[in-house]
């Protein structure tokens, strides 16, 4: 067996929202490789959506989430509102409304990364041949993955709406519904598209990864390990890569970070779920017999 390098089992990298920075996402998945070799570990990378937009280099980050989810088993792409613009944009020759707003968030950059002009007619000829992987792509990103107890998604969930109800929009755009939702019994989330800071946040309910790699200049990474039960941080900048300790918003229930076993322990997190479920049902009940119904929220655009 010298021969067969056996990894035992896999650890799990979160990448946020990355907009373009491909010299940053370069730092970081050769921080993350070592990382799993370091462990014996299988790596499986989930990028949080965005890959696109507002940076230099789109193309080049495209590239290299392509090659990281051929190469790894059960890597995935998350559709984030950017690649969801851009789809919209190529499916529809740039005529759509969602097109424009594209365009003025950071589209053109994208257009300039893979064609050196603004041609982006061209653009959307080359995803249908020399890029038609990219464009498969993003047309196969997922909505949203299930990792040990941590559910993935891109912007985040409405707390008001029953998880199996949400569609592509709230999934890809939902930001204070979502951010403001104070819940220790919630499904805790992993998420990206709202910048929360420099550092990744994380509460009773969420880890937020978007730390602003445009805004900041940092790219950051959740490293969620099954075997040791560590969940830990990376980012990469101009300066280099190195470990973060993330801010612990305490909102009156400490953090995850306080309580793995939310996360890691299955027994528990499948009885959480039962019993917030039971909850659920009961407030919902208690609500029909008040007569109360509750005001839908809306996505923030």
Not at 139 to 162: I, K, M, Q, W
Not at 255 to 262: A, F, I, K, Q, S
Request: aromatic letters at 8%; a negative charge; proline letters at 4%.
């Amino acid at each position: 067996m010298d021969g067969d390098h056996i990894c035992m089992y896999s650890i799990d990298f979160f990448i946020g929202d990355v907009h373009g920075r491909s010299d940053l996402l370069a730092k970081l998945l050769a921080f993350l490789q070592r990382h799993a070799r370091m462990r014996d570990a299988h790596p499986r990378y989930t990028f949080l959506g965005d890959l696109v937009d507002r940076g230099p280099d789109s193309r080049g980050c495209m590239e290299m989430a392509f090659r990281m989810i051929e190469r790894n088993p059960g890597s995935v792409l998350l559709l984030g509102n950017h690649e969801q613009m851009l789809l919209d944009a190529i499916q529809t020759d740039g005529k759509s409304d969602l097109s424009g707003s594209w365009g003025m968030n950071g589209g053109m950059a994208t257009i300039n990364s893979y064609m050196g002009n603004n041609d982006y007619k061209a653009m959307f000829r080359a995803f249908e041949t020399r890029y038609a992987h990219h464009r498969e792509m993003i047309e196969n990103a997922s909505l949203f993955v299930e990792r040990e107890g941590l559910l993935a998604v891109h912007a985040g969930v409405d707390p008001s709406t029953d998880f199996e109800k949400q569609d592509v929009h709230t999934l890809s755009w939902i930001r204070e519904p979502f951010l403001d939702n104070v819940d220790v019994t919630a499904r805790p989330v992993i998420h990206g598209h709202t910048i929360v800071g420099k550092l990744p946040v994380v509460t009773e309910n969420r880890i937020s990864m978007d730390t602003g790699v445009c805004e900041h200049g940092r790219l950051s990474a959740c490293i969620v390990d099954p075997e040791t039960w560590e969940i830990s941080f990376a980012q990469a900048s101009r300066q280099g890569t190195r470990y973060v300790e993330p801010t612990r918003l305490d909102r009156g229930f400490g953090t995850l970070l306080d309580e793995p076993r939310r996360i890691f322990d299955r027994s528990y997190v499948a009885a959480s779920r039962v019993n917030a479920s039971e909850a659920k049902a009961s407030a919902s009940s208690s609500s029909k017999l008040n007569s109360r119904v509750p005001e839908a929220s809306q996505p923030h655009l």
